[in-house]
């Protein structure tokens, strides 16, 4: 795994500076939102690993739950707790449900986001690439 780091490190310094040598100052532009895009990744997996936390709490909640009525549901039965046990297991069952939506919105938000943001990057750099005042050859333009 640090092979592949060190490789892609190499991977972004070579283009960065084969992109320096092509477009001029503007490539630092492109290197400040690949800086921004990792900061935003990292925050990304730290949300994501807390929403897939508290939904797999809300399923165990409601496994064993569910495990307890069926190994139990002579007594269950016998001593009239059937209502009860099962508003325990709606309830947590909606606990389960409002977690996962909540993950699945997070996940719908973040890939319309991380669609748009990469459509829009390379036209953002190609425009302020013009917007300083610079022209572009055929050669350059094949790079964009």
């Known amino acids: 795994m640090s ?5 892609n490190l190499a991977n972004i310094f070579l283009s960065s500076y084969m992109l320096y040598s092509l477009i001029g100052n503007i490539v630092f532009l492109a290197l400040f939102f690949i800086a921004v895009i990792a900061y935003i ?23 064993s739950l569910t495990q307890e009525v069926i190994n139990h ?7 009239g707790w059937v209502n ?3 508003e325990r297991l ?35 750099i190609f425009f302020s690439y013009l917007y300083f005042g610079n ?4 050669s350059q333009l094949i790079v964009f």
């Open 41 to 63: 990744e990292r925050y990304r997996g730290e949300q994501d690993c807390a929403l897939w936390k508290r939904k797999n709490t809300a399923a165990d909640q409601r496994t």
């Open 3 to 7: 092979g592949d780091f060190f490789r």
């Open 90 to 124: 709606e309830e947590s069952r909606k606990k389960e449900m409002d977690a996962l939506k909540d993950l699945f919105l997070h996940y719908a938000f973040n890939d319309g986001f991380w669609a748009l943001f990469n459509g829009m990057l390379p036209n953002i």
């Open 135 to 138: 022209t572009i050859s055929l």
């Open 84 to 86: 009860h046990m099962e």
């Open 73 to 79: 549901i002579k007594t269950v039965k016998l001593y």
